[in-house]
């Protein structure tokens, strides 16, 4: 994980919007969809160019993954989700059928 996005997800949030990850996405039955268009991506519709994994600051079950995505038409955006205890096991489904060759991984 990156040191300069360590301490919270909104200070990645903060930063990628600069960069141009402007869209925010929600899960809704079995797509990815951009809250700005409503507008639903498949899992093969989607690459993540980055994902960043948090701990609870008072809680460390308190976990959460921020995916950095760019859609199949040059849409970018970020999806926060819940992982671990409180996880939704739908949206996680989801992001594993993201093809491999989808994840850029450092």
Known sequence: MDSEYAKHEMDAMDAYEKKGYTRRF???????????????????????????????????ED??????IETNDAIKGIFLMAYGPSADTETAAFFTAIP???YHRE
């Open 26 to 60: 929600r899960y809704l039955n079995g797509a990815l969809v951009d809250l700005e268009t409503d507008k639903g991506y498949t899992p093969e519709d989607i690459t993540i160019v980055k994902e960043i994994r948090y701990e609870g600051m008072s809680d460390p």
């Open 100 to 102: 491999d060759k989808n």
């Open 63 to 68: 976990l959460s993954i921020l995916y950095i």
